[in-house]
């Protein structure tokens, strides 16, 4: 894997087209699967994208986590310029 691709979104990118359906996350009763969970994180990246933020940039998180703010920091990593 090329030094660029060794973080969290493109692994996470990886596995989403390898099984989609198959579970992510489970939390607090609530189950997410590779797909949706790259769904939400390309969201958030495009967001952060609109805000000016590049590949590379931080994305601080300062609140309890859930499984939201978990996906928002690691797909900080995926973004791309």
Same mark, same amino acid.
Not at 15 to 22: L, R
């Given at each position: 894997?090329? +030094?660029?691709?060794? @973080?969290?979104?493109?692994?996470?990118?990886?596995?989403? @087209?390898?099984?989609? @359906?198959?579970?992510?996350?489970?939390?607090?009763?609530?189950?997410?699967?590779?797909?949706?969970?790259? *769904?939400?994180? +390309?969201?958030? $990246?495009?967001?952060? *994208?609109?805000? $000016?933020? =590049?590949? $590379?940039?931080?994305?601080?998180?300062?609140? =309890?986590?859930?499984?939201?703010?978990?996906?928002?920091?690691?797909?900080?990593? $995926?973004?791309?310029?």
């Amino acid at each position: 894997m090329a +030094q660029d691709k060794a @973080n969290f979104f493109f692994i996470l990118e990886d596995q989403a @087209n390898a099984i989609p @359906n198959h579970i992510l996350l489970y939390y607090q009763g609530q189950e997410w699967t590779y797909h949706q969970v790259r *769904l939400i994180a +390309q969201r958030f $990246g495009n967001y952060f *994208l609109s805000l $000016g933020l =590049n590949s $590379g940039g931080t994305v601080p998180i300062i609140q =309890n986590i859930d499984h939201k703010k978990l996906i928002t920091r690691s797909c900080s990593d $995926g973004l791309h310029k």
